[in-house]
């Protein structure tokens, strides 16, 4: 069972649209992480949120953590090819364990 | 650039053979955590290190074993491998003053 539940699953879209990912759970973060990876490749991280309620904005980027701090999305502002790839999210524990979210593939057409 | 390093890079053996995979960082973090990843499911944790001979599991640490015998190695075994280990591995290191995981490039493991 996932901890992190996230949705969508798969997610294509046209260049210059916008796309937003959500990342739910039950259980309570001290922290919330965002991942990129692409094929063949480590996750890279996007951004680490900490506080409940803040909002990081990473160029077209915006990440939302839950004033619970149980849950994120990440909102993606006029897409572009070079956006696509596997968004990961992950939630670090008391103890600096991750717990992570299936992950979305997302896929934006030129 | 974390300074995480991961060896092999790809694998391929035999049900039933001994593997050992290898991070190396350059950062002298204090922790580190080995992942697999499959498609579906993200990334699991299957063993972590808060220092030098250190360790606990994770949530997928059976069949597998880890050794830290100095601040930079982090090994992974598989005593016996099965074909259910086929997977991407990779390795990540925390510092204590940030609250950030790095990862590796990924060791790519296939059991026949």
């Known amino acids: 069972t996932q901890l992190l539940e996230q949705s969508p699953q798969f997610l294509s879209i046209q260049e210059g649209e916008n796309l937003t990912v959500y990342c739910n759970s039950s259980?309570?973060?001290?922290?919330l992480q965002w991942y990129r990876q692409e094929p063949g490749e480590g996750p890279v991280l996007l951004v680490t949120?900490?506080?409940?309620?803040e909002v990081k904005k990473l160029k077209r980027l915006t990440f939302q953590f839950g004033d619970a701090r149980k849950d994120s999305s990440l909102h993606i502002t006029a897409a572009q090819p070079g956006d696509t790839g596997l968004y990961l999210c992950a939630g670090e524990d008391g103890d600096y364990k991750l717990s992570f979210g299936a992950g979305t593939t997302v896929t934006v057409r030129a | 650039d974390a300074g995480i390093t991961q060896s092999p890079r790809h694998k391929v053996t035999e049900t039933g053979t001994p593997v050992t995979l290898r991070c190396h960082q350059t950062?002298?973090?204090?922790?580190m955590y080995w992942y697999r990843q499959d498609p579906g499911h993200g990334l699991r944790l299957i063993h972590y290190?808060?220092?030098?001979?250190?360790?606990d599991k994770g949530e997928v640490s059976d069949g597998y074993s880890v050794s830290r015998s100095k601040t930079e190695d982090f090994l992974l075994t598989l005593e016996s491998a099965t074909s259910s280990q086929t997977s991407v591995y990779f390795c990540?290191?925390?510092?204590?003053?940030?609250?950030?995981?790095?990862f590796g490039p990924g060791t790519r493991l296939t059991v026949l």
């Open positions: 290190s808060y220092g030098v001979k250190d360790t």
């Open positions: 990540a290191i925390r510092g204590y003053s940030t609250d950030t995981q790095y």
């Open positions: 259980s309570v973060f001290s922290s």
């Open positions: 950062e002298n973090h204090r922790y």
């Open positions: 949120v900490v506080t409940g309620g």
